[in-house]
């Protein structure tokens, strides 16, 4: 019996999704607020935050590091913030919708808090300065590992190809960091990844 090394991968990339969201699972509220703020007051001195006036980001689920104290702030700034939204006809794709605090949402078929969805309020990916994208982990090459449905990597293709659209600036925890993670041709590494005590920096 032959087993291919892309299955390998993909075996080892489904063992770290899984040990990964369970470690970012265990971290106690004290701990989940504590990074919350470190990590916004990070985000804010980025000159790259600070240029941009069209910056995604998503709503916390999972364990993952919550991006709301940045939130406010960026509401606090004059910024837009947006939302992404599972695309009602393309599997596998994202929109953007503008996020206010009068927005109204719903919950996913994940499970996951999203804008309700109003064309009126649909931001095209190319307008967007910045998107702050969540992952489950990422390693000191830029390298993301997400939940395991290639959205972001879709989402931010052209940023792959061509240095086009926004920004892709990736958010999490400490313990998300892993020494070399299993990539895939279709990953999309980022330029930058910051956490409350870490930041990797595309050289
Ligand atoms: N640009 C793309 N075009 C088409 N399919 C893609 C693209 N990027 C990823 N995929 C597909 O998506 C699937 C999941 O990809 P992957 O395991 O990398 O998800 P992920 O990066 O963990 O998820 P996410 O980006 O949602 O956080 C793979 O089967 C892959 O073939
Ligand atoms: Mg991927």
């Known amino acids: 019996m032959t087993i291919s090394l892309s299955a390998i991968s993909q075996q080892l990339r489904s063992q770290l999704r899984q040990q990964i969201r369970h470690a970012r699972q265990q971290l106690s509220p004290q701990q989940q607020h504590h990074a919350a703020q470190q990590l916004s007051l990070r985000l804010q001195t980025l000159d790259r935050i600070q240029h941009s006036q069209h910056i995604a980001v998503y709503i916390a689920n999972d364990g993952e590091i919550d991006p709301q104290p940045f939130i406010e702030w960026l509401w606090q700034q004059g910024k837009s913030v947006y939302l992404p939204v599972l695309h009602p006809f393309t599997k596998g794709h994202l929109l953007f919708l503008h996020y206010d605090t009068d927005t109204p949402m719903i919950t996913n078929r994940y499970g996951i808090s999203e804008p309700k969805l109003d064309v009126r309020r649909v931001k095209p990916i190319a307008q967007l300065d910045v998107i702050c994208t969540p992952l489950v982990a990422f390693d000191g090459l830029g390298q993301r590992l997400g939940m395991g449905g290639g959205y972001y990597d879709r989402t931010l293709s052209q ?25 895939q041709h279709w ?17």
């Open 187 to 203: 990953d999309v590494p980022l330029p930058l990844i910051i956490t409350p005590n870490y930041q990797f920096t595309e050289s």
């Open 159 to 183: 940023w792959h190809q061509h240095r086009r659209g926004p920004y892709p600036i990736g958010i999490g925890h400490d313990c998300q960091y892993i020494a070399q993670l299993p990539n």
